[in-house]
């Protein structure tokens, strides 16, 4: 895709969440739930509030996915997402898949890009959808079709939002690495770096793909600091 093309793709992001999402999206695949839940939104009632024991840290970040999840409409199902405190370092887990009809959810570690954090001080510093910036982006991404490539069984993200509309064209996908395992955090206090890409220990991926299947939006944010 050519320069002008992708900008103009970008631009179009901003008012993307009234169509129809143009992927599949069908019901995940190790989940019993139907179709359904991909139907029409349910008229608002009110914010959603977050889960019991849910970080005071990351409630900006819990408001700006409900919105997101509110502005992308049908685009993606409204049972379950995941959320990215990237507020919070690596060492700590900041990736939270949201069970929004159990209101419950469970904290998972994750990379960030190596362009968002040039020192690698195990905390991001800056978003940033520049192909070839290996940084991570910030905004509400859909699951998309999984394949099998060079980090192995894998899965695209494409991007909703004019912050992360490039997704597809740079390849940030759901993967697992080995700078994202348990024994790196161990011996170093803090995860390695992708190359932009939400990056996950085997068994977290694994957890990832079970909980939200295709067609399930994921938030990446950071709260405004003071």
Known sequence: MNLHRRD?????AAIAGASAFPGRAAAPRSLASSASALAEPPAASGPIAAPPGWPDRARAVWANAMAALERHGPRAARDRLAIADFGAPSAQPRLYLVDLEAGKFQALHVTHGSGSDPGHTGLLQSFSDRPGSNATSQGAFVTRDYYTGRHGHSQRLEGLDPTNCNALDRAIVLHSAWYAEPDVL??????GRSQGCLAFSGQDLARVFGFLGEGRLIYSGKAPTA
């Open 8 to 12: 103009f793709l970008c631009g179009l």
């Open 186 to 191: 161990a011996r170093t206090g803090k995860l």
